[in-house]
């Protein structure tokens, strides 16, 4: 029976090279469309904001939407790529729970499948995604982070698909600050924070929770970010 093996890199650059890390963010994704009016009424169905809408004559025009709390938009339209329309597959949305996010699309009169895992195998005839092609019914027994999916299309056929994400596996980064996602990060911040402050030297908690949720912003994990606070707060306090 074949088995899949994780591995987790670390998020260092691959190249000594670069001395300097310059920021690339992934800001804009094009997917291919038929009929540009069609799309965006379902894009705009499904709640994602209409970030910009401009045309140039009857040969270009172009569309952005932002699905909520993404910090990566999608653009389609008329003349701005020439792939075939529907030939975008594997869209991943990040979601914290997968069946408020079905339910969601349900409401707004979206077609979606089931909730999904993988298994054990990966070969079969269902559609491909991140686990092979065998999707076995339900969310991962356990509910592990990342395990969990459920996929839709949009009317040409390019494939989306909710993924829960729950705990983000070490060195990767908090890119979408909403709501919900900062106070779980405040939370786990002041919890680390109180862990430090009765040992700690005077200060002010500002200086520490600076530090702290930069560095997981940055990617670092939990306890590489605490010791980032206590660097900050006693770097400043001998300077």
Not at 52 to 79: M, N, Y
Not at 145 to 172: I, K, V
């Amino acid at each position: 029976m074949a088995t899949l093996n994780y591995e987790i890199s670390s998020n260092e650059p691959t190249s000594a090279a670069s001395a300097a890390k310059v920021d690339m963010r992934l800001e804009v994704v094009v997917i291919p469309v038929s009929d540009v009016d069609r799309a965006k009424e379902f894009y705009t169905k499904l709640g994602w904001r209409l970030d910009a809408e401009f045309a140039a004559g009857d040969d270009f025009r172009i569309l952005q939407f932002t699905p909520p709390g993404s910090g990566c938009s999608v653009i389609f339209g008329k003349g701005i790529t020439a792939a075939a329309p529907g030939s975008a597959q594997g869209l991943y949305l990040a979601v914290s729970d997968i069946e408020a996010a079905r339910n969601e699309l349900l409401r707004r009169g979206i077609a979606v499948s089931e909730v999904f895992h993988g298994g054990s195998e990966h070969t079969g005839q269902d559609e491909p995604y991140l686990f092979g092609r065998l999707r076995v019914s339900g969310p991962d027994p356990a509910h592990a982070s990342y395990r969990s999916f459920a996929s839709f299309h949009d009317p040409d056929g390019n494939g989306w698909m909710f993924q829960e994400l729950t705990t983000r596996l070490p060195g990767r980064g908090l890119s979408n600050f909403d709501v919900a996602t900062l106070t779980e990060l405040l939370r786990e911040t002041e919890e680390h924070h109180g862990e430090y402050e009765p040992t700690a030297p005077k200060h002010h908690w500002s200086g520490w929770y600076a530090a702290y949720i930069v560095a997981r912003q940055d990617g670092k994990t939990p306890e590489e970010a605490a010791k980032e606070g206590k660097l900050n707060v006693e770097g400043v306090r001998a300077a």
